[in-house]
């Protein structure tokens, strides 16, 4: 098992920035690839950013690029995302995520773990 927890969310002014973090526990001496989704309301669950174990791939999703750098501490157990230049579209919870098949951030029904989530709320 692998816990994922993760902090940094808040309510923040277009424009703005905010740093996700998720702190992992448990067997993290498997290589797991991890990474953030984000699940606005109403609306379904979908990929924001994602870092191999060695932290030397990562991917984003356009509407992101530029904007969000997805990092990982592999010492502390730990990954990151700073997210700069925030929209009121990027207003949503933001899950922290763990897959050992990088193909599991491309259908968020594939990851293995979950974080519960924080909550991040931009406003215009």
């Known amino acids: 098992q692998v816990q994922l927890v993760e902090s940094g969310g808040g309510l923040v002014q277009a424009g703005g920035s905010l740093r996700l973090s998720c702190a992992t526990s448990?067997?993290?001496?498997?290589?797991?690839?991890m990474g953030w989704f984000r699940q606005a309301p109403g609306k379904e669950r979908e990929f924001v950013a994602a870092?191999?174990?060695?932290?030397?791939?990562?991917d984003y999703v356009d509407s992101v690029k530029g904007r969000f750098t997805i990092s990982r501490d592999n010492a502390k157990n730990t990954i990151y995302l700073q997210m700069n230049s925030l929209k009121s579209e990027d207003t949503a919870v933001y899950y922290c995520?763990?897959?050992?098949?990088?193909?599991?951030?491309?259908?968020?029904?594939?990851?293995?773990?979950w974080g519960k989530g924080t909550l991040v709320t931009v406003s215009s």
């Open positions: 870092i191999s174990w060695t932290g030397g791939r990562t």
């Open positions: 448990g067997r993290t001496s498997s290589p797991y690839h």
């Open positions: 995520a763990a897959a050992r098949r990088w193909s599991a951030f491309g259908n968020f029904r594939s990851i293995e773990y």
